[in-house]
């Protein structure tokens, strides 16, 4: 860079620099930024394509791979294993769930065949889960019946409610007959009326930890008075109504003891447990006759 040195025309010194150069190299490194700016764009543009390109390729491979599983003779469902059978028979389970003989395993449809199982009357849930390389295994929660419910026909109903069989007294001479209901609104895959199914559930809950459920014959129902049961031995009425049944219960195992201790059992046809904190019993029980007049009471 040249600096001149002049004076002027007053005989002061005057300084000239050449600024036109200094602008030109200001062009240049400003140019040379640019392309280095354009430079970087470039080589993340082109890093981005290869990752997507990657991305791509690897894709197609899982897909052919994939493809290539579902078509293996390796893994082809050979063995079926069912557990939580009680009433049903497992080979019946197996025609139910419907799986296709050699599907692969990868390709059957779990949900498909748990919705199909459900939908047999005795199964009330199913899980459904593949054993790599050739199994699949079947576990179910069959419904528990406590009770037979008396329509048009009889039908298996469990502890919410919900009849889920047609079936004969004969085939669960365990099980208490359900009466009081209107035939018209049973059948097999109803629900019984809620108002209903809560005292029905409540009953069961109790007589498990009082009194053993197979010692009933038969459970009324109305819907003014509640609940009332008919033991099996003797065929003695217990009106219960519509509450407090563990306390009721309580009262009437107490009661049974008594008479049987007293010899009176035999005797016995009824007892109302409906009444609050007062128990009646009735029967024909042998009365000294200054009290035959009098209200037999417990």
């Given at each position: 860079?040249?600096?001149?040195?002049?004076?002027?025309?007053?005989?002061?010194?005057?300084?000239?620099?050449?600024?036109?150069?200094?602008?030109?190299?200001?062009?240049?490194?400003?140019?040379?930024?640019?392309?280095?700016?354009?430079?970087?764009?470039?080589?993340?543009?082109?890093?981005?394509?290869?990752?997507?390109?990657?991305?791509?390729?690897?894709?197609?491979?899982?897909?052919?791979?994939?493809?290539?599983?579902?078509?293996?003779?390796?893994?082809?469902?050979?063995?079926?294993?069912?557990?939580?059978?009680?009433?049903l028979d497992p080979q019946a389970v197996i025609q139910q769930a419907?799986?296709?003989?050699?599907?692969?395993?990868?390709?059957?449809?779990?949900?498909?065949?748990?919705?199909?199982?459900?939908?047999?009357?005795?199964?009330?849930?199913?899980?459904?889960?593949?054993?790599?390389?050739?199994?699949?295994?079947?576990?179910?929660?069959?419904?528990?019946?406590?009770?037979?419910?008396?329509?048009?026909?009889?039908?298996?109903?469990?502890?919410?409610?919900?009849?889920?069989?047609?079936?004969?007294?004969?085939?669960?001479?365990?099980l208490p007959i359900i009466t009081g209901l209107d035939p018209g609104?049973?059948?097999?895959?109803?629900?019984?009326?809620?108002?209903?199914?809560?005292?029905?559930?409540?009953?069961?809950?109790?007589?498990?930890?009082?009194?053993?459920?197979?010692?009933?014959?038969?459970?009324?129902?109305?819907?003014?008075?509640?609940?009332?049961?008919?033991?099996?031995?003797?065929?003695?009425?217990?009106?219960?109504?519509?509450?407090?049944?563990?306390?009721?219960?309580?009262?009437?195992?107490?009661?049974?003891?008594?008479?049987?201790?007293?010899?009176?059992?035999?005797?016995?046809?009824?007892?109302?447990?409906?009444?609050?904190?007062?128990?009646?019993?009735?029967?024909?029980?042998?009365?000294?006759?200054?009290?035959?007049s009098q209200q037999k009471g417990v």
């Amino acid at each position: 860079m040249v600096i001149t040195i002049a004076p002027d025309s007053r005989g002061r010194m005057q300084i000239s620099l050449p600024f036109e150069a200094i602008k030109v190299k200001s062009k240049k490194n400003s140019y040379r930024k640019k392309r280095l700016q354009l430079y970087r764009r470039l080589h993340l543009v082109a890093k981005i394509l290869l990752v997507l390109l990657a991305f791509v390729a690897l894709s197609a491979l899982c897909v052919v791979g994939y493809r290539a599983l579902l078509s293996s003779p390796l893994l082809q469902v050979t063995r079926i294993q069912v557990n939580g059978c009680q009433q049903l028979d497992p080979q019946a389970v197996i025609q139910q769930a419907e799986i296709p003989s050699g599907i692969n395993i990868l390709s059957l449809d779990l949900d498909g065949v748990k919705n199909r199982l459900t939908q047999h009357p005795w199964i009330a849930a199913a899980a459904i889960s593949r054993e790599i390389p050739d199994r699949i295994r079947i576990e179910i929660a069959e419904r528990k019946p406590v009770a037979l419910v008396k329509g048009h026909q009889f039908y298996l109903a469990d502890r919410q409610g919900a009849c889920f069989a047609r079936a004969t007294p004969s085939e669960h001479a365990g099980l208490p007959i359900i009466t009081g209901l209107d035939p018209g609104t049973l059948g097999s895959g109803c629900n019984l009326p809620r108002e209903f199914t809560v005292l029905l559930e409540n009953l069961y809950r109790e007589t498990q930890l009082k009194l053993p459920w197979r010692l009933i014959s038969e459970i009324r129902w109305n819907r003014n008075a509640g609940l009332s049961f008919f033991t099996a031995r003797g065929g003695i009425q217990v009106d219960l109504g519509s509450e407090d049944y563990g306390i009721r219960i309580a009262k009437l195992e107490k009661v049974l003891r008594y008479l049987e201790k007293k010899g009176l059992y035999a005797q016995l046809r009824g007892i109302d447990l409906s009444h609050g904190n007062r128990v009646f019993v009735r029967g024909r029980f042998k009365i000294p006759k200054q009290n035959r007049s009098q209200q037999k009471g417990v």
